[in-house]
């Protein structure tokens, strides 16, 4: 699976947008990009995923670049419960670990 | 996640004691993955099960780490004689259909005195 570069912390003020970038140049066709957040003392969460397409759903959407090397999650009206880390992640179809980096620290801040 | 329940929430074990760690599942799925989270780290993989079959074990630290799932429900992970670098939340995770979408429970913290 590609590997992928996040920055490891990130801040943003409470009510606007939080964009959280992902860089994952050596994507192959088949590979989607994952999505998930991990809350302090929980389990990781699913958040999103897509191919190609630029995605949404009720929790974020998925910007993904033309070349498909680098994606952006948005969180377009961040709270403070939107504090977590936030792991970006390439995959093939079919069975295959998930496999977590360590993500990027977001701090939503009052 | 929803539907994952793992007990015990918290175990404090003396070095050298032996733990089982259980996952009980959300009824119906197939595949079942499990997770060693250590302080500020990202889960990493231990090892997968689809129904009871153990497809995956790559990811088990050492032969003192065990998993099972004999009905292809409940799963066990039992650690041996275990050790302080064995501290860590314990992740149980089940998968939907034949995509990377994870329902994770809330996971087992294990300290090792």
């Known amino acids: 699976d590609a590997k992928t570069t996040q920055p490891t912390s990130m801040d943003c003020a409470e009510g606007r947008a939080a964009n959280l970038p992902c860089n994952h140049s050596?994507?192959?066709?088949?590979?989607?990009v994952y999505w998930y957040r991990q809350i302090h003392s929980q389990g990781p969460q699913y958040i999103i995923h897509g191919l190609k397409n630029n995605e949404t759903n009720e929790m974020a959407s998925l910007i993904i670049t033309e070349d498909r090397k680098s994606s952006t999650l948005i969180l377009p009206h961040a709270t403070l419960r939107d504090t977590a880390v936030y792991y970006c992640?390439?995959?093939?179809?079919?069975?295959?670990?998930?496999?977590f980096g360590t993500g990027t620290k977001l701090q939503v801040i009052p | 996640g929803a539907g994952v329940s793992q007990s015990p929430r918290y175990k404090v074990a003396k070095r050298g004691q032996d733990v089982a760690l259980r996952c009980d599942p959300i009824s119906g799925h197939v595949s079942l993955f499990w997770y060693q989270q250590a302080l500020g780290q990202g889960p990493e993989f231990l090892t997968y099960?689809?129904?009871?079959?153990?497809?995956?074990k790559s990811g088990l630290p050492s032969d003192r780490f065990f998993a099972e799932r004999p009905e292809g429900s409940v799963s066990t992970l039992k650690i041996q004689r275990t050790q302080q670098e064995d501290s860590a939340v314990y992740l149980c995770a089940m998968r939907t259909g034949n995509t990377g979408e994870l329902f994770f429970g809330e996971g087992s913290r294990l300290t090792v005195l």
């Open positions: 099960f689809q129904n009871e079959a153990q497809l995956d």
């Open positions: 050596t994507i192959s066709g088949n590979e989607y």
């Open positions: 992640i390439v995959l093939s179809g079919g069975y295959q670990k998930v496999t």
